[in-house]
């Protein structure tokens, strides 16, 4: 079991997240990594990538860069749930498929999924991993793909 947060340690966590979702809603990918710790990690459905550099990638190619596969992207928070060795959100993910994807050639649809994002931390106050799990079958539904 973790050791309880002083305040300070909390509200510093949650100004971080907060940080980091802003730079998503504003689309910025230096803001986004800049988040993370050096040793950070990225889990997307179980799909596991080490370092700054691969979290970067898998932000750019869904759109959070200039060259992705989606734009409007949004991440809505709907409940925020701390703890005090994470921090865990409800989030309604957003956007529209405006170019290649995985490849998928862009549809012009809009996609709206609930997400669960999992937040933890490093000893230097940053972003030690980040854990996302939402329902890729919806996604593609609704980009009309399956």
């Known amino acids: 079991m973790a050791a309880a947060l002083s305040e300070l340690q909390r509200e ?6 907060e940080a980091h979702l ?7 990918i230096n803001g986004i990594v800049e988040t993370f710790g050096t040793q950070a990690f990225f889990v997307l459905n179980g799909l596991r990538l080490e ?3 691969q979290i970067q990638s ?17 991440a809505r928070v709907e409940k925020w749930h701390i703890a005090d060795d994470s921090i865990v959100l409800e989030l309604t993910l ?10 998928i050639p862009a549809t012009n649809n809009k996609f709206e999924v609930t997400a669960c994002a999992i937040f933890s931390f490093d000893d230097e106050g ?4 980040e854990r996302v799990y939402f329902d890729m079958t919806l996604v ?3 980009l009309g793909v399956m």
């Open 140 to 142: 593609l539904k609704q």
């Open 22 to 28: 802003q730079a998503e809603n504003n689309h910025d």
């Open 12 to 17: 510093a966590r949650i100004r971080l997240v």
């Open 58 to 74: 898998i932000y750019e190619g869904f759109g959070f860069g200039d060259n992705g596969g989606f734009s409007d992207l949004n």
């Open 126 to 129: 940053k972003l030690e991993s």
């Open 51 to 53: 370092g700054r550099e």
């Open 94 to 103: 957003s956007g529209v498929h405006t170019n290649e994807w995985n490849g």
